[in-house]
């Protein structure tokens, strides 16, 4: 293992991990999937089975304390959302949690809060956070232009 590579995990595997984020970690030259973690067995056997190699977990309290990684993505039922980001912000992980971001707004804030405490990255999964029209688009509001 190289030291510029990321160590990740990904918590959920439905099709969401399956297809984008677990072979796109595969294919990034500067990660490797540690671990993947699911509540559901049948999904996380079937993930593990597709993407051999990552270790597997059922709770992802137990991979936080298993496993030493860099960031993890989260993409798991909406309602655990704020559960499962916060146990890994807390755990001192930079984290790519899928939206929606939380089902509430003090949820949202908390996340917010324990990454800023943490001094870790938190990014809420959108396809085109990095396209021209988005890139352009941070630029006209951060330049003072606006408003």
């Known amino acids: 293992m ?72 989260v993409a798991v039922v909406h309602s655990a959302h704020h559960s499962v980001a916060a146990a890994c912000l807390d755990a001192g992980l930079h984290v790519m949690l899928e939206k929606p971001m ?13 990454a800023a405490g943490q001094g870790r990255e938190l990014i809420i999964g959108y396809p085109w956070h990095f396209t021209h029209t988005a890139r352009r688009a941070r630029e006209a509001i951060t330049s003072g232009d606006l408003g």
Do not use: M
Request: hydrophobic share 40%; charged share 25%; with cysteine.
């Open 2 to 73: 190289s030291s510029d590579r990321a160590r990740i995990a990904v918590v959920g595997t439905g099709w969401w991990s399956t297809s984008t984020h677990i072979p796109g970690l595969l294919d990034n030259p500067h990660a490797e999937l540690i671990a993947i973690c699911d509540t559901n067995e049948d999904r996380l056997s079937k993930a593990a089975e597709a993407f051999p190699g990552p270790a597997t977990y059922t709770d992802v309290h137990e991979l936080l304390r298993q496993e030493d990684l860099d960031g993890i993505i």
């Open 102 to 114: 939380t089902l509430t707004a003090t949820d949202a804030c908390d996340l917010v809060d324990r």
